[in-house]
Nanobody, 129 residues
């Protein structure tokens, strides 16, 4: 099992930036370490479903949701087993709990939450207008 711990959430004003981090440890069910996993950020606003934000495959292929394209940037550090999300020009509609997710055995970036089997506990991001 891969353990994921998010950090960096908080309360900011619209237009501000915020950086999230996800620290990983352990191996996937198939024995893969972090550097061979697809990892992604999802978010869930109150009363809504879990929404794909951005992900990066183990071969560094990235995929962004249209709503964050050009504002959010994902990066991974395989040596330190961390995933980062730089969020710029934040909007009130970005308010949500942000989750880090991981899965192995894929070269693509899955975009639905059911395709991931490892999750963090989430970190709250609140953007005031």
């Amino acid at each position: 099992q891969v353990r994921l711990v998010e950090s960096g959430g908080g309360l900011v004003q619209a237009g501000a930036s915020l950086n999230l981090s996800c620290a990983a440890s352990g191996r996937s069910e198939s024995g893969l370490t972090f550097r061979y996993l697809a990892v992604a950020w999802f978010r869930q606003a109150p009363g809504k479903g879990r929404e794909f934000v951005v992900g990066i495959s183990w071969i560094d292929r990235t995929q962004y949701a249209e709503s964050v394209q050009g504002r959010f940037f994902i990066s991974r550090d395989n040596d330190h087993e961390t995933l980062a999300l730089q969020m710029n020009s934040l909007k009130p509609e970005d308010t949500a709990v942000y989750y880090c997710a991981a899965r192995g055995d894929t070269v693509i970036v899955p975009t639905t939450h059911t395709e991931y089997d490892n999750w963090g506990q989430g970190t709250q991001v609140t953007v005031s207008s």
